[in-house]
């Protein structure tokens, strides 16, 4: 399951990257001019490639993997892609809402 999700979330991850903003909150994404949109697309969806690719090795490391070990690849992907997406967030919208 970690994988499918995993695997949703890079698809997109990818999206915003590529300037598809649609997929992020309209309240999160209200204060973001028309200029810095490409910009926030690619800071809100590496932080969500990262989230997702986090959840995909910790779904692969849960099969192969001594206990508890997935649990590293997935707390690490979530914590930098959560912290780039509050990054982007607090510089392009001005903050959180």
């Known amino acids: 399951m970690m ?3 995993g ?3 890079i698809v997109i991850g990818i999206f915003n990257c590529k300037g598809n903003i649609s997929t992020i909150h309209w309240y999160n994404r209200r204060k973001v001019s028309e ?3 490409p910009a926030y697309g690619k800071w809100m969806g590496l ?3 990262l989230c997702g690719a986090g959840l995909m090795a910790g779904g692969i490391f849960q099969y192969f993997a ?3 070990i997935w649990s590293i690849p997935v707390v690490v992907g979530l914590v930098i892609g ?3 997406m509050l990054y982007a967030q ?3 919208n001005h903050g959180l809402f």
């Open 3 to 5: 994988i499918f999700l």
């Open 7 to 9: 695997l949703i979330l």
């Open 35 to 37: 200029a810095d949109r």
């Open 47 to 49: 932080g969500t490639i």
């Open 66 to 68: 001594p206990e508890g």
């Open 82 to 84: 959560l912290g780039l």
């Open 90 to 92: 607090l510089k392009f």
